[in-house]
């Protein structure tokens, strides 16, 4: 099994939270994901600040397949520019159609990682490339 086969994972997980339960339970999953199960990366976030924002998203798209991502900090934000989302970018080799609202587990899950870090987090386009924002707060570390 190819590290990139938990795509087509979470993709069916993604399908069947939005068939049997509704956008907005999917929604809901991504959020409580994002707040309970990443709650140690928020506090690692929180401790380190922007350098450890900025380590674990090169150490994690490192390890991700078929991904084009840039990573760059500067003094109160970490950037992260993705030109080839690993996931989508698997799901669409292998010939498995993502369900619609895919991109938008990353909006909700890192919302909640930097909401709980004490930062905010801002991410625009989709689709299989976008713009991700780790901001520090003002009087943050």
């Known amino acids: 099994m190819a590290a990139g086969d938990f795509y087509f994972a979470i993709n069916a997980t993604f399908r069947f939270f939005l068939k049997n339960y509704g956008e907005e ?32 998203w090169k150490e994690f798209f490192r390890e991700e397949p078929g991904g084009k991502v840039n990573i760059t900090r500067s ?5 992260i520019e993705v030109e080839k989302c690993p996931a989508l970018s698997w799901l669409r080799e292998h010939e498995r159609d993502e369900v619609d609202c895919f991109c938008q587990h990353c909006h909700f899950v890192s919302t909640e990682i930097a909401t709980n870090a004490e930062m905010d987090f801002k991410l625009e386009g989709g689709g299989g490339s976008c713009h991700q924002v780790f901001f520090q707060r003002e009087g943050s570390r």
């Open 25 to 56: 339970a999917l929604h809901n999953y991504w959020r409580s994901m994002g707040r309970e199960y990443f709650a140690p990366l928020s506090t690692r976030f929180k401790e380190g600040g922007l350098t450890e924002v900025e380590k674990y």
């Open 75 to 79: 003094e109160n934000r970490v950037d």
